[in-house]
C-alpha cells in the first residue's frame, strides 16, 4: 500500500494548522480515523440506532448483530481461543481496572503481591495502587536499565509465594520498546501466576496472538488502532473471566434478579453492564481490518521501518539530544520516539514545532514514574502511523533542530 | 508610566511581529533577559500549580508597590511571565486587583497557547491577582 493512498483515507490529515500542512506525530496518544470508520459511525447512527440485546424490533436486531459481530472480529484479531473471551470496555483503562477490581476482589488478599514494572503507563499502575490500598497487598516494581530495556532477567527474583498478578505494558508509550511478552508469561506461569499484558500500544505496532503469547489479560483501546473514542477491550481467559465477580451491576449483564438474591449472565455479558457503546463499537471491525492490513503490508513495514531507523540514527547521534528507549541487541523499536534535549525545554519545543504545524506530545506522557527514573521532569514524544512519510520525518527533524536554535 | 500605557505599549510591541514564530523569538528574548531568580527560593510553595514547565513566583511589598520576581524551567513561559512582571511589578496593590487582564487576550497569548499552557497562564494571573487581593 502506498503512503499517500493510505493518508487519502483520513481526512484528518488534509487538515492545515496556522496556514501549515499538519504533520500529525501524535499517534500514540490517538490515531487519526479513516473514513471507513467514520461512516460506519453515521450509518450506525442513522440507519440501526437502537439499544443491543432487548428489544426484538429489527432496528434493534440489526444494531445487536453488528455489535456481535464485532466480538468475533476482535477474538480473530486477537487470536483468542473463544469470543466469550472479549469483553468490550470503554478503553484500556477500564479494562485494567476491571481486572485490577474484579480479579483482585477475588483472588488478591493481604500481604499478596502485584508486580508491575516502572515503565507503565498510569492507566496500568494506579489500578493496582487502589487495589493494594484495599486489599493491604504490595505493589512491586520491575526495573529497566539506561536503555529502557526491562530487566526481565530480575523477574524470577521478584515473584513470591504471595505474587498473584503481573501487569506489564506490551510496548511501553514513552520508550516504543517491544517488551518480551512471551518469555515474561511463560517465566510467569512457571510460578503459576496471571499476566495482564497492557496492550494499548502493542495492539497497533504488533500482531498480537494471545494464544501464542499464552497471556491471562490483554488490554486495548479501540482510538489508537484507528477507531472510535470510547470503545476498548479487554480479553481474558475464560476460566479467569469466570471466577472474577462482575464489575458494575444493571443492564443486561444479569441472569435473574430477585430481592432473594441476583445471578448473572454468563460471561462476557457479565462485563458489560448498562447500555453498551453500540453506535461505536462496531467500527472496530473496519478499524481492526485497516490495522491488520498494516501490519501485514511490506510497503507498510519498509516505510515504518525507515522512518525508525532514520530517526535512530539522527537522535542517538546528535549530542544535544538524550534518546529514552534505545533499541539493544534484538529489540525492536516501533515508530515512536521520546527524547529530552540538553538545555531545551520539551515545553518550548512542543510550542514551536506546533507553530510548524507539527504535533506532537511533551511533558511526562502519563507516566511519572519512568520520568523520575531517568531523572527527567517531562519529555518530547514523536510518534508515527503507517500514513505519517518519511518527507515528514526529515520535515521533524529540520524542525527540530530550527526550535533547538532559537533555544540554545 | 501609567498601567493602561504600559499595557498599550505591550501590545503595540507584540503586534509588530505577524508570524507567532516571531513572537516565540521574542518572548524568548525576554525570557533570556528576565532577572535572575534565586535559586534557594524555588520551594515549592513558590511553586504555581497548572504549568507544564515549573514556574516559581515571588513578590514583596515596598512602599506600597508591589514587587514581583519570577523564574520557570521553560523560557517561552518565563517570557510570558517576564511580560506580565514588567506591566504589574511597581504597581499599587489596588491597581493590579482591579485591573482585567484582559491585555493578555488581545496579544493572542490565551488562544494561541496549548490549554495545559493556557491554563498556567491563568494561574500565573490568579497568583498575581491574590497577591494584591492579600495587599489591600
Ligand atoms: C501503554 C498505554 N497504556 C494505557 C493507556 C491508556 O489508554 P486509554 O486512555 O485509551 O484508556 C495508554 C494511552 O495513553 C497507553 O499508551
Redesign the pocket.
Known amino acids: 500500500m502506498d503512503v499517500r493512498e493510505i493518508r487519502s483515507q483520513f481526512p484528518a490529515l488534509e487538515a492545515k494548522v496556522y496556514g501549515k500542512p499538519l504533520v500529525y506525530l501524535d499517534n ?2 490517538t490515531s487519526q480515523r479513516p473514513f471507513v470508520v467514520l461512516e460506519k459511525q453515521r450509518a450506525l447512527a442513522s440507519g440501526s440506532n437502537a439499544n443491543i440485546h432487548r428489544a426484538v424490533h429489527k432496528f434493534a436486531v440489526d444494531a445487536t448483530e453488528e455489535y456481535e459481530k464485532t466480538r468475533d472480529a476482535v477474538r480473530e484479531f486477537l487470536n483468542a481461543d473463544s469470543r466469550e473471551e472479549i469483553v468490550f470496555t ?5 479494562s ?1 481496572n476491571l481486572v485490577a477490581s474484579c480479579f483482585g476482589e477475588a483472588f488478591v488478599h493481604e500481604g499478596d503481591e502485584i508486580i508491575v514494572s516502572v515503565a ?2 498510569h ?2 499502575i494506579v489500578p493496582w495502587q487502589l487495589l493494594c490500598q484495599r486489599k493491604k497487598a504490595v505493589l512491586k516494581v520491575l526495573e529497566i536499565d539506561e536503555f529502557g530495556g526491562l530487566m526481565v532477567e530480575s523477574l524470577e527474583k521478584l515473584i513470591s509465594q504471595r505474587t498473584k498478578i503481573i501487569a506489564i ?1 506490551h ?3 514513552v520508550l516504543g520498546l517491544v517488551n518480551p511478552v512471551s518469555e515474561i508469561v511463560a517465566t510467569a506461569h512457571k510460578y503459576g501466576v496471571p499476566v495482564l499484558v ?1 496492550g ?2 502493542g495492539s497497533v505496532h504488533e500482531k498480537v496472538d494471545v494464544q501464542a503469547m499464552d497471556c491471562d489479560f490483554y ?1 486495548f ?1 479501540g ?2 488502532v484507528y477507531g472510535p473514542t470510547g470503545t ?1 477491550v479487554l480479553y481474558g481467559k475464560k476460566k479467569w473471566l469466570e471466577a472474577m465477580p462482575p464489575y458494575m451491576g444493571g443492564g443486561e449483564m444479569i441472569e435473574t434478579v430477585r430481592f432473594s438474591g441476583t445471578t448473572y449472565a454468563p460471561v462476557p455479558g457479565k462485563f458489560e453492564a448498562g447500555t453498551q457503546n453500540f453506535n461505536a463499537v462496531p467500527a472496530l471491525q473496519e478499524a481492526l481490518r485497516l490495522a491488520e492490513s498494516y501490519k501485514e503490508d511490506s510497503e507498510v513495514v519498509d516505510n515504518q521501518k525507515n522512518i525508525t531507523d532514520y530517526l535512530l540514527d539522527v537522535l542517538t547521534n546528535d549530542p544535544r539530544i538524550r534518546l529514552f528507549g534505545v533499541p539493544r541487541g534484538t529489540a525492536v523499536k516501533i515508530p515512536l520516539f521520546s527524547f529530552a534535549v540538553e538545555g531545551a525545554h520539551h515545553e518550548d519545543l512542543a510550542l514551536i514545532l506546533d507553530k510548524m504545524g507539527i504535533a506532537v506530545r511533551s511533558g511526562q506522557m ?1 507516566a511519572e514514574p519512568l520520568m523520575d527514573r531517568f531523572g527527567v521532569t517531562g519529555m518530547l514524544r514523536a510518534s508515527f502511523a503507517p500514513y505519517n512519510t518519511m518527507e515528514e520525518a526529515e520535515y521533524f527533524v529540520k524542525c527540530l533542530n530550527k526550535a533547538i536554535s532559537m533555544l540554545i | 508610566m501609567s498601567l493602561e500605557e504600559k499595557k498599550q505599549e505591550v501590545i503595540e510591541d507584540f503586534s509588530m511581529y505577524d508570524e507567532w514564530l516571531d513572537k516565540y523569538e521574542y518572548l524568548i528574548e525576554l525570557g533570556k533577559a528576565l532577572e535572575p531568580y534565586p535559586e534557594g527560593e524555588k520551594t515549592e510553595e513558590k511553586l504555581i500549580k497548572g504549568c507544564q514547565s515549573r514556574v516559581w513566583l515571588d513578590w514583596e511589598n515596598k512602599d506600597g508597590k508591589l514587587y514581583f520576581r519570577a523564574d520557570s524551567d521553560a523560557i517561552i513561559t518565563k517570557g510570558i511571565i517576564s511580560l506580565l512582571i514588567s506591566v504589574y511589578s511597581g504597581r499599587t496593590p489596588e491597581e493590579i486587583a482591579g485591573d482585567d487582564f484582559s491585555f493578555v487576550e488581545q496579544i493572542g497569548l490565551r488562544e494561541n497557547l496549548s490549554p495545559t499552557r493556557a491554563n498556567g497562564l491563568v494561574s500565573m494571573i490568579a497568583t498575581i491577582r491574590r497577591a494584591a487581593e492579600e495587599q489591600i
Open positions: 500514540a496518544a470503554s478503553g484500556t483503562t477500564m485494567i507503565e503507563h492507566s496500568n505494558t510496548i511501553s508509550n497492557d494499548a500500544q488490554a483501546s482510538h489508537k476498548g502519563c
